[in-house]
């Protein structure tokens, strides 16, 4: 599975001793929590998840923090998702529809905008997008929007789109093949940190 069969840290992510528990949200998959920097989704700030189809199933990697999020009252806001994101949060039990809100703007710029005023609301725990284009000169708006509004905020992008990103928190890349799944830590140029199989 492109040459990753367990967890391999190319960087320094062992010391968690400065991790703060009040700052992160955990992710519910162990083998996510150990890949990620603080070993959570950051409660405020930005991710950013390439994914190489529908297979790769990298909506799957939020549902457990989903469920945490709509249980404890905060909204969750899709913005242009896709077909398939949409069966996935809408039918898992443990996700509470009516914490759940589906917004659909015109596609492209249009996307990023709506994106940025959820983010500054703060009126939501989480807003997952699938903009569909470029963030190019947006990224460190959407970041500044995350924090001011204390909001989690993923996007989510084919590897045709991936490209160099300074105005994410953190950079997923997840793969699938015969294999199976493979998650990857990625840096702003989009090279490969660190990575684990995921089942």
Same mark, same amino acid.
Request: contains cysteine; glycine residues 12%; proline residues 6%.
């Given at each position: 599975?492109h ?24 992710t519910?998959?162990? /083998? ?5 920097? !603080?070993? *959570?989704?950051?409660? =405020?700030?930005?991710?950013?998840? %390439? #994914?190489?189809? &529908? ?33 996935r ?20 710029r ?5 994106? /940025? ?5 703060? !009126?939501? *725990?989480?807003?997952? =997008?699938?903009p569909?284009?470029? %963030? #190019?000169?947006? &990224? ?24 160099a ?21 990625l840096n ?12």
């Amino acid at each position: 599975m492109h040459g990753v069969g367990k967890l391999h840290h190319l960087n320094a992510w062992e010391n968690r001793s400065t991790r703060c528990a009040s700052r992160m949200l955990p992710t519910g998959i162990s /083998e996510l929590d150990d890949l990620l920097p !603080d070993g *959570g989704w950051p409660r =405020a700030g930005v991710v950013e998840v %390439t #994914e190489s189809g &529908d297979r790769a199933d990298a909506m799957g990697l939020f549902m457990p923090a989903l469920a945490r999020v709509t249980r404890h009252g905060r909204g969750v806001v899709l913005v242009a998702p896709p077909y398939a994101a949409r069966k996935r949060i809408f039918t898992d039990a443990a996700v509470k529809p009516v914490g759940v809100l589906q917004v659909n703007p015109h596609p492209g710029r249009s996307a990023l905008w709506t994106v /940025e005023s959820l983010l500054q609301s703060g !009126d939501h *725990g989480v807003v997952m =997008a699938w903009p569909g284009c470029d %963030t #190019e000169l947006m &990224d460190k708006r959407l970041q500044k929007a995350a924090l001011q509004g204390r909001v989690l905020c993923v996007l989510f992008r084919p590897p045709c789109q991936a490209r160099a990103v300074y105005g994410c928190n953190v950079r997923l890349g997840v793969d699938y093949d015969e294999a199976g799944r493979a998650l990857y830590l990625l840096n702003g140029r989009g090279d490969r940190l660190a990575g684990a199989a995921w089942d």
